[in-house]
């Protein structure tokens, strides 16, 4: 993971204004004329820069706001102050993994010393332009979970995953899970829907090529076993306890895998 794409804003900055100012000088020797006009227009767009620029963190709230109703990705975001309880000082560098990621990396990103990045599995369906600017940023990448991921092993603290496996059938799940545990150093993070649980979105077939196939807890854990994954009890009873403490149930199964040692 590279360093250059954790502040974006400010690497924007650099290349919009300062060139911008440059020529607004070098020209203004030649006609004053022309100097005022430019000097006019350099304002005009500079207060507009700033106007953009002062509007972003409203622009993360409303990409927040998600249409909610049976997707584990709002559940995500409802447990972050619990998933921070659980992991502590883990949650400095995350990966979200789910539809609708660029939900979850912008909530993250309003934490203090946290850096996120995301993985869209299908296509992206947030089109909001704060959206696809962290997409353009490459802070958010749409990938197709039945590769190996493009990171080196341990590249985050902590991968969460929500929704995404549901849609996978369990050939493809014996790769994509252990894939998201190589990339994480201090844990995994499942969410995944309970069977029986309503889907709220229409058109998810044709989104995902097969509807949800949503597994009891069982059948989870035998997988884990399968495929040599490790719960870390440890981090499920810090949550549990943050969880009971807070008074919040949540509406999809929640599971922690340890990292490789
Ligand atoms: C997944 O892996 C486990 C353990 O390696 C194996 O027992 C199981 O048959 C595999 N399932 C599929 C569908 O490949
Ligand atoms: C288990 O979770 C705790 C956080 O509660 C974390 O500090 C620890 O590194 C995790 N253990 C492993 C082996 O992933």
């Not at 997409?135 to 990938?143: D, E, H, L, N, P």
């Not at 549990?240 to 929640?254: I, L, M, R, W």
Request: net charge positive.
């Amino acid at each position: 993971m590279s360093r250059r794409l954790v502040n974006p804003s400010r690497r924007l900055a650099d290349a919009g204004s300062i060139p911008f100012v440059a020529s607004i000088q070098s020209k203004s020797r030649n006609s004053p004329v022309l100097s005022i006009g430019l000097v006019v227009v350099g304002a005009i767009l500079l207060i507009g820069y700033c106007y953009s620029n002062s509007g972003n963190s409203s622009d993360i709230k409303d990409v927040s706001k998600l249409e909610g109703g049976g997707s584990c990705t709002a559940e995500v975001l409802q447990a972050l102050p619990l998933l921070k309880k659980a992991y502590g000082d883990s949650m400095h560098k995350v990966l979200h993994v789910g539809p609708e990621s660029c939900s979850v990396v912008s909530s993250l990103y309003q934490e203090e010393d946290t850096e996120a990045w995301g993985i869209e599995p299908y296509e992206l369906d947030d089109v909001s332009s704060k959206c696809k600017s962290l997409v353009r940023k490459g802070i958010v990448r749409v990938a197709d979970l039945k590769f190996p991921l493009p990171y080196r092993a341990k590249s985050f603290s902590l991968v969460i995953v929500s929704d995404a496996l549901d849609y996978l059938s369990p050939r493809y799940l014996n790769r994509t899970v252990p894939e998201l545990v190589r990339v994480s150093a201090d844990g995994v993070v499942i969410f995944a829907g309970y069977p029986g649980q309503q889907r709220a979105r229409g058109g998810e077939v044709a989104k995902f090529g097969r509807p949800a196939k949503l597994r009891s807890s069982s059948w989870w854990i035998r997988f884990f076993v399968q495929t040599s994954l490790e719960e870390n009890e440890t981090a499920g009873k810090k949550f549990e306890q943050a969880s009971t403490k807070k008074g919040y149930k949540p509406g999809c199964q929640v599971f922690h895998l340890k990292s490789y040692a």
